[in-house]
């Protein structure tokens, strides 16, 4: 058995591999708990790690150093991927409302931490540990130990200090505060979720702006005779004629087509705009063409060719070179209207009527194959994390800090990532991964990180908590967990009106939580959570790393 004492105490690479898979294993089996409807998920892995750490296992320090920086950079850069491409639309209707109330939360708990620091006396970087587990934010975490660890070159007394002993012991009422916010809001203002919810759906309208088709017989003086270029005026919100029957023949229509009297077209709109096109072009057509016999058939084809990533659709002039229409795209599982000036993304899903063949030449073009769209990019990937890891190591003076920022190896490669999967077309450098394999990376690298966290907080986790002030700095961390939650969401639904299940996600992902936003989908019968969170997220998780790293440099 003297091989099995070696295995398990020596600091060999095989101890190191069986530690992390102990502390991974049993972290997600216990996440998957749930009690009254919630559980810690893959976040459990930090307190697996605080056990293994607390009976005695240890993991080299450099090693273990190295696996939780390299999580680190794999969690953020994938996040990076995965918010990317629809971070900058963000901004539109309301998105701009809801940053700011999420960064107002961020603010806020950033003030609470201040005032708690000057009030108590107790050092910031173990507030910043707290205020991390009490917004359940682990980048922000990575990126106050970066900051620590510059700062301790100068003022070596700092280097004792373990920020992860704070963040483990705030982290679990941060998981439940949310939810408890959640309730308190609602009673405090006596919401109805029925009335939300048809409040919610009466100003959303989710279904107006689907595309839709309709046939349509002309009978329009003012459409009569005329190419269908010539009336692109009346083809609004890109509204697009995807067939025409004319005397009982029906093909693709050309820009140069005209329209005749008694012709039926096939319109593919939004639904709000069906009543007016109708009355533009005519009348509602006895014939239905999506029924008729036909040459012409409909078809989806998968964008996968590099060359096109990037390019307007219309640009392509696909419609005039093969005689097909192009009516409706699939994109991250949201469909709309195919329009002109659409940039094509890797992974798009395009709905194509023409002939076969004219189909097929199309699907050459675009590439169409799903054995390259499952291929890892794995050069984009890591020329990014390369870019990153730069870019985080530069260092940036703020007026008032005696030492230079950086934004780490959190902030670094979330905002290349980010760039990276809007505009890495453009300089041939395709980021695209499949949901699953962002998933994988995302959840092998937060696993890495908080196993690591976990097993170096381990041994004084314990002693801290049943000995020092662990239940102090616990309640600590419910008062930043909880006063920006509750001014923000009652600011929010008292003065601004939003809907209840809009503050449920914002509230959730101005704390980066997803077991608050798993929470709030369980008792929202709606995608309204889901929408906010996925709106303020990107910005909430670079200004939580980049407030941990000033707090750090700004108070040390």
């Not at 670079?542 to 040390?556: N, T």
Request: hydrophobic share 50%.
């Amino acid at each position: 058995m003297e091989w099995l004492k070696e295995l398990l105490w020596n600091e060999s690479v095989a101890h190191t591999i069986l530690i992390y898979s102990f502390v991974i294993a049993l972290g997600v089996t216990l996440g998957k708990i749930k009690i009254y409807r919630i559980s810690l998920g893959v976040t459990f892995i930090l307190f697996a790690g605080i056990a293994v750490g607390h009976f005695g296992f240890t993991v080299n320090h450099e090693v273990l150093d190295f696996i939780r920086e390299f999580g680190l950079i794999l969690f953020v850069f994938t996040i990076g991927l995965q918010v990317g491409p629809g971070f900058f639309s963000s901004f539109k209707k309301g998105g701009i409302t809801l940053n700011m109330l999420a960064m107002s939360v961020v603010l806020l708990g950033a003030l609470t931490a201040i005032t708690l620091h000057f009030v108590t006396g107790l050092s910031m970087p173990t507030l910043v540990g707290i205020l991390s587990g009490a917004v359940t934010n682990t980048p922000g975490l990575g990126a106050a130990q970066q900051a620590l660890k510059m700062v301790a070159e100068n003022k070596p007394e700092l280097g004792a200090v373990n920020i992860g002993l704070g963040y483990a012991v705030a982290y679990p009422f941060g998981v439940v505060g949310i939810i408890i916010t959640f309730f308190l809001i609602r009673k405090i203002t006596k919401i109805s979720i029925q009335k939300e919810l048809e409040q919610y759906n009466l100003q959303q309208n989710p279904n107006e702006t689907n595309p839709e088709r309709v046939s349509i017989e002309i009978t329009c003086n003012e459409v009569i005779g005329k190419s269908i270029i010539a009336l692109k005026q009346y083809l609004i919100n890109d509204a697009v004629i995807s067939r025409i029957m004319h005397n009982g023949e029906m093909f693709i229509p050309s820009p140069q087509t005209v329209l005749f009297e008694g012709d039926t077209i096939l319109l593919v709109a939004h639904k709000k705009d069906l009543q007016k096109l109708t009355q533009q072009f005519g009348k509602l057509s006895s014939v239905d063409l999506t029924k008729q016999p036909s040459k012409l058939m409909s078809k989806q084809v998968i964008v996968t060719n590099k060359d096109v990533i990037g390019k307007d659709l219309g640009k392509l002039n696909l419609r005039t070179r093969y005689g097909i229409g192009i009516t409706r795209v699939y994109r991250s599982d949201i469909e709309f209207v195919a329009s002109y000036s659409l940039k094509l993304q890797m992974g798009d899903k395009l709905t194509i009527v023409g002939e076969e063949q004219s189909i097929e030449n199309v699907a050459q073009i675009l590439g169409n194959s799903l054995k390259r769209l499952h291929e890892p990019n794995i050069i984009p990937i890591f020329i990014g994390i390369l870019i990153g890891v730069l870019f985080g190591s530069i260092p940036f003076i703020i007026p008032g800090i005696p030492t230079p920022i950086k934004l780490g190896m959190a902030g670094g490669p979330l905002i290349v990532a980010i760039l990276l999967s809007k505009y890495g077309y453009k300089f041939s450098l395709i980021s695209y991964t499949t949901p699953s394999a962002n998933h994988l990376l995302r959840e092998i690298g937060i696993s890495l990180f908080l196993a690591s966290v976990g097993i170096k907080a381990g041994a004084q986790f314990i002693p801290t908590l049943l000995n020092g002030d662990g239940f102090i700095w616990m309640g600590y961390g419910a008062i930043i967990t909880l006063i920006p939650l509750l001014i923000i969401g009652l600011v929010a639904r008292l003065i601004l009106k939003r809907n209840f299940f809009e503050i449920c996600g914002l509230l959730s992902g101005s704390m980066t939580d997803p077991p608050a936003l798993a929470f709030a989908n369980s008792i929202a019968p709606t995608d309204a959570p889901s929408v906010a969170y996925a709106t303020v997220y990107p910005l909430v998780m670079f200004l939580r790393i980049i407030v941990a790293q000033i707090l750090i440099l700004a108070f040390c």
